[in-house]
């Protein structure tokens, strides 16, 4: 039929129904052709046993991925086929999430100074004159050297420019070193003397004075760091690259990063998708000016394939608890002229919630002390309101899954709010291994048993686990061992070196920690039974390890191996 009798013959709707009829064969003609490529690339694996995290199936022995990068199916194959005669040696676990973590900071930790476990001024001396052997350049004004895990608790005291200024070799360097927690910063003298011969007080931070200067704790940062020359993004890749592949290591195929600022997300935009890029990153948007609303650098960036997400916001109400930074209601027992320090007041920090929330962001909270948790609830509590008004506060935090960063210290009357909204908790179970040998001294033993480092107690509301990296090492499985033991992965003992965990009636279950690092996680980044799961439509993310983990000795876990790391259908890490 030519294109003008099929005008005359049914006028303008003939011609639409013969373009759509057209477009119809098209679209159905490549969905078919999708279909056999699909089926032809499609690629089966079988393990020993599977894992799924599904409710419908918990268990399988294969299944497929499509080329998408997605499961197409998850099945039992019976001993007899073809797919049970080529399983392949080792278990399959879902893959595993870090609910808080900092991607960029980890990757700088791994290119600098290792404090962790430094017992004397001597030791971190000798720890950065190894460094300065194969980094001859570091500790110029251009290039300070950095490090990252001393501890006044173990060196008995806080330190001051003067003690590394006892090294001569590093007496005129440029040295930035932080904290365990990251919320205090001890620099060189140099460094001091780039600064004002008087320096005020800051609000929100302490600038620590006795027994001399050299630490800058939480908002006090603010003014070294606006000095610190910082890394390009040549480095920065570097960074990312060395972070990722030991995320891998460990088993992590995804991470919720809290706090990431907007020239780092624009970097983590173009790098993701990349050959380099093996990691979904769940990413939290954090103003150059902390605890502000920044809408003109907030852009929303949600990747299909969930390589990366920008989609919600980290504020921060206090600082940490080995600091006394964390701010509480009632003085610490052990330094009872304070009570920690907020870095935002109440009302300004419900303001700024309030307006991400309009904006259509989640709000992530830092919130250590049993204080900032209060403002911390208030706030969302408030931004509920604002955005659903009419609706219950529990159904509007459904949907937007306003979360804790931490939650580690929580007022009684607090929890009960936390359990009524299901605002979500995002916990580090080696916090409370780490903290506990000086909580009970910071806080007392009441405020200890009935708020501090709560994890049973809170399963109704979802929490979410993590390890704070690189505050604490990244490995989940020492996360899950300390969720279910409350002992230290690194000593495998309890308080004072006991045999018993610590405040046990806090402890998960192994399934429950193991939902945490992955289930939670995915629930709390909007992917819920899309990542954290084996199931079909799910991203095609797994680890292999060696043996089931019901069978593994809890003890195991301290220095458990995985044996491969799959996103995407891709392998990304294998064990030599």
Same mark, same amino acid.
């Given at each position: 039929?030519?294109?003008?009798?099929?005008?005359?013959?049914?006028?303008?709707?003939?011609?639409?129904?013969?373009?759509?009829? /057209?477009? /119809?064969?098209?679209?159905?003609?490549?969905?078919?052709?999708?279909?056999?490529?699909?089926?032809?690339? =499609?690629? =089966?694996?079988?393990?020993? $046993?599977?894992?799924?995290?599904?409710?419908?199936?918990?268990?399988?022995?294969?299944?497929?991925?499509?080329?998408?990068? /997605?499961?197409?199916?998850?099945?039992?194959?019976?001993?007899?086929?073809?797919?049970?005669?080529?399983?392949?040696?080792?278990?399959?676990?879902?893959?595993?999430?870090?609910?808080?973590?900092?991607?960029?900071?980890?990757?700088?930790?791994?290119?600098?100074? #290792?404090?962790?476990?430094?017992?004397?001024?001597?030791?971190?001396? &000798?720890?950065?004159?190894?460094?300065?052997?194969?980094?001859?350049?570091?500790?110029?004004?251009?290039?300070?050297?950095?490090?990252?895990?001393?501890?006044?608790?173990?060196?008995?005291?806080?330190? &001051?420019?003067?003690?590394?200024?006892?090294?001569?070799?590093?007496?005129?360097?440029?040295?930035?070193?932080?904290? /365990?927690?990251?919320?205090?910063?001890?620099?060189?003298?140099?460094?001091?003397?780039?600064?004002?011969?008087?320096?005020?007080?800051?609000?929100?931070?302490?600038?620590?004075?006795?027994?001399? %200067?050299?630490?800058?704790?939480?908002?006090?940062?603010?003014?070294?760091?606006?000095?610190?020359? *910082?890394?390009?993004?040549?480095?920065?890749? *570097?960074?990312?690259?060395?972070? %990722?592949?030991?995320?891998?290591?460990?088993?992590?195929?995804?991470?919720?990063?809290?706090?990431? %600022?907007?020239?780092?997300? +624009?970097?983590? *935009?173009?790098?993701?998708?990349?050959?380099?890029?093996?990691?979904?990153?769940?990413?939290?948007?954090?103003?150059? #000016?902390?605890?502000?609303?920044?809408?003109?650098?907030?852009?929303?960036?949600?990747?299909?394939?969930?390589?990366?997400?920008?989609?919600?916001?980290?504020?921060?109400?206090?600082?940490?608890?080995?600091?006394?930074?964390?701010?509480? @209601?009632?003085?610490?027992?052990?330094?009872?002229?304070?009570?920690? $320090?907020?870095?935002?007041?109440?009302?300004?920090?419900?303001?700024?919630?309030?307006?991400? +929330?309009?904006?259509?962001?989640?709000?992530?909270?830092?919130? !250590?002390?049993?204080?900032?948790?209060?403002?911390?609830?208030?706030?969302?509590?408030?931004?509920?309101?604002?955005?659903?008004?009419?609706?219950?506060?529990?159904?509007?935090?459904?949907?937007?899954?306003?979360?804790?960063?931490?939650?580690? !210290?929580?007022?009684?009357?607090?929890?009960?709010?936390?359990?009524?909204?299901?605002?979500?908790?995002?916990?580090?179970? &080696?916090?409370?291994?780490?903290?506990?040998?000086?909580?009970?001294?910071?806080?007392?033993?009441?405020?200890?048993?009935?708020?501090?480092?709560?994890?049973?107690?809170?399963?109704?509301?979802?929490? @979410?686990?993590?390890?704070?990296?690189?505050?604490?090492?990244?490995?989940?499985?020492?996360?899950?061992? +300390?969720?279910?033991?409350?002992?230290?992965?690194?000593?495998?003992?309890?308080?004072?070196?006991?045999?018993?965990?610590?405040?046990?009636?806090?402890?998960?279950?192994?399934?429950?920690?193991?939902?945490?690092?992955?289930? +939670?996680?995915?629930?709390?980044?909007?992917?819920?039974?899309?990542?954290?799961? !084996?199931?079909?439509?799910?991203?095609?993310?797994?680890?292999?390890?060696?043996?089931?983990?019901?069978?593994?000795?809890?003890?195991?876990?301290?220095?458990?191996?995985?044996?491969?790391?799959?996103?995407?259908?891709?392998?990304?890490?294998?064990?030599?």
């Amino acid at each position: 039929m030519t294109w003008s009798r099929l005008t005359s013959f049914g006028g303008e709707n003939s011609i639409w129904l013969f373009t759509s009829a /057209v477009l /119809v064969g098209l679209a159905s003609f490549f969905d078919l052709r999708q279909g056999f490529v699909n089926l032809l690339y =499609t690629e =089966t694996h079988c393990y020993q $046993s599977v894992r799924t995290h599904s409710d419908a199936e918990p268990y399988a022995n294969c299944f497929s991925v499509l080329p998408s990068g /997605v499961f197409s199916r998850v099945f039992q194959a019976p001993p007899e086929s073809p797919y049970a005669r080529s399983t392949r040696p080792g278990f399959a676990i879902p893959g595993l999430w870090d609910g808080h973590g900092h991607l960029l900071q980890y990757g700088e930790f791994l290119n600098s100074v #290792d404090l962790f476990g430094s017992e004397s001024f001597q030791d971190i001396n &000798t720890r950065v004159n190894t460094y300065l052997d194969t980094h001859p350049d570091a500790g110029s004004k251009e290039e300070w050297v950095r490090g990252v895990g001393w501890d006044q608790m173990a060196l008995g005291r806080m330190p &001051t420019a003067d003690d590394l200024a006892s090294d001569d070799r590093l007496r005129n360097l440029y040295i930035m070193l932080d904290r /365990v927690d990251v919320h205090c910063i001890w620099v060189s003298q140099p460094i001091l003397d780039l600064l004002p011969e008087s320096i005020p007080d800051v609000p929100g931070g302490e600038i620590v004075r006795d027994p001399g %200067m050299g630490v800058f704790c939480d908002n006090a940062m603010d003014m070294i760091m606006a000095l610190w020359p *910082k890394p390009d993004s040549k480095k920065k890749q *570097k960074f990312l690259k060395s972070a %990722m592949s030991k995320l891998n290591e460990v088993g992590l195929v995804g991470m919720a990063d809290a706090g990431v %600022m907007p020239g780092n997300a +624009a970097l983590f *935009k173009e790098l993701a998708g990349t050959e380099d890029w093996t990691l979904r990153v769940y990413a939290m948007l954090e103003c150059d #000016d902390r605890n502000t609303f920044c809408p003109d650098s907030a852009e929303k960036h949600v990747r299909d394939d969930g390589l990366l997400s920008i989609a919600s916001v980290k504020l921060f109400a206090d600082g940490a608890l080995g600091s006394w930074g964390s701010a509480m @209601i009632d003085p610490y027992s052990d330094r009872p002229d304070t009570s920690g $320090s907020l870095l935002v007041n109440a009302t300004e920090l419900t303001r700024v919630t309030i307006a991400w +929330a309009e904006a259509g962001f989640q709000v992530n909270i830092h919130a !250590i002390g049993d204080l900032a948790n209060r403002n911390a609830v208030d706030a969302m509590t408030a931004a509920l309101e604002r955005v659903c008004p009419g609706e219950s506060l529990t159904s509007c935090q459904s949907r937007r899954r306003f979360r804790i960063e931490h939650s580690q !210290i929580i007022h009684p009357d607090d929890q009960t709010r936390i359990h009524s909204i299901g605002i979500i908790p995002s916990i580090q179970p &080696t916090h409370a291994t780490s903290d506990f040998a000086y909580a009970e001294k910071r806080l007392g033993p009441e405020r200890t048993r009935t708020e501090a480092y709560r994890m049973r107690s809170l399963l109704d509301v979802n929490p @979410i686990l993590g390890s704070d990296f690189p505050v604490e090492p990244p490995d989940p499985f020492q996360g899950i061992y +300390a969720a279910v033991t409350r002992k230290n992965p690194h000593t495998g003992r309890g308080t004072d070196g006991s045999p018993d965990g610590w405040h046990t009636e806090e402890a998960l279950t192994l399934d429950q920690a193991l939902r945490g690092f992955s289930v +939670a996680p995915a629930h709390g980044a909007f992917l819920g039974g899309k990542a954290g799961v !084996i199931q079909k439509g799910a991203f095609a993310d797994w680890v292999v390890i060696d043996e089931p983990l019901e069978e593994t000795d809890i003890e195991d876990f301290r220095n458990f191996k995985v044996r491969e790391t799959w996103i995407a259908g891709k392998r990304v890490y294998k064990r030599d």
